[in-house]
C-alpha cells in the first residue's frame, strides 16, 4: 500500500502517518519528491485497511500496489532517483552518465595506481577493483581482503576517484562498507537475500548487478529486499546474462535499461565487460548502452591486461579506453547528456 500526502502536507502530518503505520507493527518508507511525499508501507500487509489512513490529516490518497515490488517501483516515486556524493561533483542518474572503470581485481598497488591514473585522466569518476572476488574456480586468485581495500582507499586520496567495490558476504561487506564509497553486489549473489539484507541496512549506496539468469522482476525485487531495510539509494546493473550464444561470455542485455526506466525510478548502468567478455567488444558495446539511456558504465581496464589475475580477456588497454571516452561522450552530448567535459579531465 502506498499512501500519497497532499502537496502541502506538513512534516508532523507525515510524521504521524509513519508513526501510525510502525504502530500496525510495518514499516514506513517515507520517500520526498519534488510534488509530494509518499509513504511506501512494507511488511505484512494482509490487515490492512485503506480506512485507517483515508481520514488522518495531510492524506491525498491510499493506493493499493498491486507489483510486487513497490519502494523499487515509479508509483512509489515517480521522478528519477539520483545519488549523490557529498564534496564531490559525482552522481548516479541525472543528467551526468557515471563512469566507473578500473581492474577486474586490485592484484596490487603498483596495478591499482598506475591503472587509476589513466583512468582518473579519461574523465572516470569511479574507480572499480575486487578486493574479494566471487570466482568459478576455488584455485583462482581470490582478491587480496583487506589489504586490497587499503590499496582502494589510497587510490582515493591520490585521484579523487570514489571506490566501488563488491561485499561477497556480510562479513567482508562490513569492511567494504567502511572503506568504499559504494557497495558492489555481484550477480552470483543477486538472490543472496541475507546479504541484500545486510546491504539494505548500509550507509552507503548499493550497486546491484543482474544474476545471470535473473527476469527483470527478479532483478528489481532483489533490489526491493535492498530497500526494504531502509537504504533507498540502489544502482541497478546490466552485466550480460547466459544464452546459447557462445561468440561471447553472456548477451548483453540491452533492452532491459528502457524497460527499468519504464518502471522503476532507480539508475541503471550498464557492464559491458562482463556482458561480452572480449575485449574487442567492449567499445562498441558502450556506445550502444549510452544510445540506449543507460545511466552509466562500468568498465574492466587493466594497465597489462595479459598479465591480469582475473579477466584480463575483457580488460581494455588504457588507450582503448581513452578512445571509448571520448566516443561515448559524442554519444552522450546527442542525448543532452553530459560525461566529464574533457578540460576538466586534464590535471
Ligand atoms: C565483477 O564486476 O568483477 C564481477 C565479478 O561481476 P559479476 O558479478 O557481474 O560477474
Ligand atoms: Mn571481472
Known amino acids: 500500500m502506498l499512501i500519497v500526502m497532499k502537496a502541502h502536507a506538513t512534516e508532523e502530518q507525515v510524521r504521524s502517518v509513519c508513526q501510525k503505520i510502525e504502530s500496525l507493527g510495518l514499516r514506513a518508507h517515507s520517500i520526498p519528491g519534488t510534488q509530494r511525499t509518499a509513504i511506501g508501507i512494507t511488511g505484512n500487509e494482509m490487515e490492512l485497511d485503506a480506512g485507517t489512513f483515508d481520514e ?40 551526468e552518465v557515471a563512469i566507473i572503470a578500473g581492474p577486474c581485481a586490485i592484484e596490487s598497488r603498483e596495478q591499482a595506481l598506475t591503472t587509476a591514473e ?24 581470490q582478491g587480496l581482503a583487506e589489504d586490497g581495500l587499503k590499496i582502494l582507499a589510497e587510490v582515493r586520496d591520490r585521484f579523487g ?55 527483470l522482476d527478479e532483478f528489481l525485487m532483489a533490489a526491493e529486499y535492498v530497500m526494504s531495510e531502509g537504504n533507498y539509494e540502489v544502482i541497478l546493473c546490466e552485466r550480460g546474462v547466459r544464452t546459447f550464444a557462445d561468440h561471447t561470455r553472456n548477451t548483453l542485455d540491452l533492452s532491459v535499461v528502457p524497460a527499468v526506466h519504464r518502471l522503476s525510478h532507480l539508475p541503471i548502468l550498464v557492464d559491458p565487460s562482463h556482458g561480452t567478455g572480449k575485449r574487442n567488444k567492449v567499445t562498441p558495446l558502450s556506445r550502444a548502452a549510452v544510445a540506449v ?55
Open 118 to 141: 589513466r583512468v582518473a585522466r579519461a574523465g572516470a569518476k569511479f574507480f572499480r577493483g575486487g578486493a574479494y572476488k566471487p570466482r568459478t574456480s576455488p584455485y583462482s586468485f
Open 56 to 95: 488522518m490529516a495531510g492524506v491525498q490518497e491510499v493506493i493499493r500496489v498491486s507489483k510486487p515490488y513497490k519502494l523499487v517501483s515509479r508509483d512509489v516515486k515517480e521522478e528519477d532517483t539520483v545519488i549523490n556524493f557529498p564534496g564531490t561533483d559525482a552522481s548516479f542518474g541525472g543528467d
Open 161 to 215: 576517484l570514489l571506490i566501488v567495490t563488491e561485499a561477497i558476504d556480510n562479513e567482508s561487506l562490513d569492511l567494504v562498507e567502511k572503506y568504499a564509497d559504494v557497495i558492489q553486489i555481484g550477480a552470483r549473489n543477486m538472490q543472496n537475500f541475507s546479504l541484500l539484507k545486510r546491504a539494505g541496512k548500509a550507509r552507503k549506496p548499493v550497486l546491484l548487478k543482474r544474476g545471470m539468469s535473473a527476469t
Open 293 to 347: 539511456g543507460s545511466d552509466g558504465l562500468i568498465v574492466e581496464v587493466h594497465n597489462d591486461p595479459d598479465r591480469a589475475l582475473s579477466d584480463g580477456m575483457q580488460s581494455l588497454y588504457p588507450d582503448q579506453f581513452d578512445l571509448l571516452m571520448s566516443e561515448v561522450r559524442q554519444i552522450a552530448a546527442v542525448l543532452h547528456r553530459e560525461l566529464t567535459p574533457v578540460a576538466a579531465v586534464a590535471r
